[in-house]
Every structure is written in C-alpha cells, then in structure tokens.
C-alpha cells in the first residue's frame, strides 16, 4: 500500500471518494436493474470461501424462477474509472471450451435419475447430475471470440507512460467465481428441496462495469492481433471452473465453463437472451436434453 499523507480526512475527501470511487451507488443501481429484469436477489451478504474457508463477502446473489428452471447469477460489481478502463484479449473458442452445463436435480421417491451404476444403497440415490450442452444446445460456440486475458489500462501521471496491471478486477470475479460456489450448492438440490420433484438450473458468475470501461480485442489462434480494441457491452471469459459437492448424495460435480464481463446495458441483453421469451427459456434449458436422464 503506497504511503498515505498525514493530514486528516476530512467531509470533502469523503465526499470526491464516494462521488469519484465507491462501488455502492453503481451495485445499488444493478441491484435495482436485476430486481426490475424479475430477479429475486440477496445483497451484501456473507459467504465462507471454499478454498480459504474465510469469510468474504458478496455484492449480489440473484435468482429469475421460471416454473421448474432456476436461473441464478452470482454478481459482483466494479465502478472502474474511465482513465483505467478494462481490455479483454479474446481468441477463437476452441471446439472444447464450447460448452456450458446444467444442473438437473431431482426428488428421487417422485422422479427418480437413471442410475447406470450398480448401486444399492438407498443413502447414496443419485439427487442431482450435471448435463453438458454442446453445439448448437451451447450459449457458447466454437470460433466466437473468448476472453484469455484481461488488463486494466491507463497513463501514469509523471511521464504519461502507459501502465497496466490485473489484480483489481482478477479480485472482483475470482469472488464472483467463489460466490458461485453456494449457488451450485443450491443448483445440485432444487428439485428435492424446493419443487419436490425435477429442477433445471443454471449458475453464471458476473463482473458488471459502467458503459464505456469494457474494451475487447481479438487475436487469431496464432497470436496475431486480428482487430483493434472495441468497446463492448458484453464479452464472455473462459474459466472451466469445476465445483463439487460431497454432501449431495455422495458427490456431484458440476462445471462452470465461462464468466460474463457486461455493463449495464450488456446485463439487461444477456438476460433477455437467456429468458425474454418462453422460446428463449426452453432453449435455454433443452427437454430433449434432459428426457433420457429420469425415469418419470
């Protein structure tokens, strides 16, 4: 931390910090944006890291319920600056990044899963299981750019040199990607706790930042730069993030294949895509996919 002045702190600095600085009026305003998109959401709470096992704390939980199909966004918001905006590098997605998957999770005295396994032990019935969507079933498909790396860019005051450096924003959405993990948690066992019966659910995580501060460019698969940066209101971040969770009748994994850097703007289209319509919300969630995997 560099070295602070000694004179006091006073109602002026406070004021230019919460005007200029703060995070909490702009997570206010996409708290308010989720609700009005039909989100229920849970703000400022509390979760215990799964890797560290602290507490930390999250800025936005949301969840859209739509009959039997759950869509829940882990979110996390930075108010970047417009003199250190975020730049993406993207390449083509490759054929294996081109997935996302779902949570399908049952009641198994109602609609029980099919079990390919020799498994008799009532304790360890199968409540939940992971489906993988790929091609055209997939949200991400193969060739469309995919962030790799990300920058926050700006000039230093002394000579006007360009600086850079990741570990503002790398805090923002590795929290996001940890917040995530209760929800997978919730993911693995809607359909016995809370509809009695079958439950398909999706967990994205979110980094949302104000209109103009995300840029993206784009390299081809030989590192060759193919555009200049563009200012974008949407760009997807391969992660591969696996979760599992040992007290869901013996384990089940799920994979969260991509995080979503949007602003504002970019928030409101992505939902409307994923669940504007009836059409949107079953393709979001393919029966054809999930027919074969339930016995009722």
Known sequence: MA?????????????????????????????????????????????????????REYDIRATRIMGRRYL??????????????????????????????????????????????????????????SVRLTGADSLYHVGDPVGKSCD???????????????????EK??????????????ACSDGGDRTRSIALSLVLPVLVVPKGRLWQTIYDADGNRTSD??????CSYFVGRK??????SGGDKLVISHLEFVTPDGLRRFV?????????IDALFPARRIADLCDA
């Not at 829940?72 to 998957?101: D, G, Q, T």
């Not at 979760?243 to 869901?248: A, G, N």
């Not at 409307?272 to 949107?280: I, P």
């Open 243 to 248: 979760y599992f969770h040992r007290s869901i």
């Open 272 to 280: 409307d895509e994923l669940c504007g319509n009836e059409a949107r």
């Open 173 to 186: 959405w590795s929290q996001a990607l940890s917040s995530a993990d209760d929800l997978t948690y919730l």
């Open 3 to 55: 070295k602070l002045q000694s004179d006091p702190i006073t109602q002026p600095d406070l004021v230019e910090y919460l005007e200029q600085h703060s995070d909490f009026s702009f997570e206010i305003k996409t708290l308010n944006a989720l609700i009005d998109l039909g989100f229920t959401c849970e703000h400022s709470g509390t979760y215990g890291d799964p890797v560290t096992r602290k507490p």
């Open 72 to 129: 829940r966004i882990a979110v996390e918001c930075k108010n970047l600056r417009p003199n250190y905006p975020l730049l993406v590098s993207c390449l083509p997605r490759r054929a294996e990044e081109a997935f996302h998957e779902l949570s399908i999770s049952v009641d198994p005295e109602v609609c029980p899963l099919k079990v390919y396994d020799d498994l008799d032990i009532p304790a360890m019935t199968p409540r939940s299981k």
């Open 229 to 234: 940066p563009q200012s974008v209101d949407r």
């Open 152 to 170: 926050q860019v700006g000039r230093l005051s002394a000579d006007g040199g360009i600086t850079s450096r990741d570990s503002e924003v790398h």
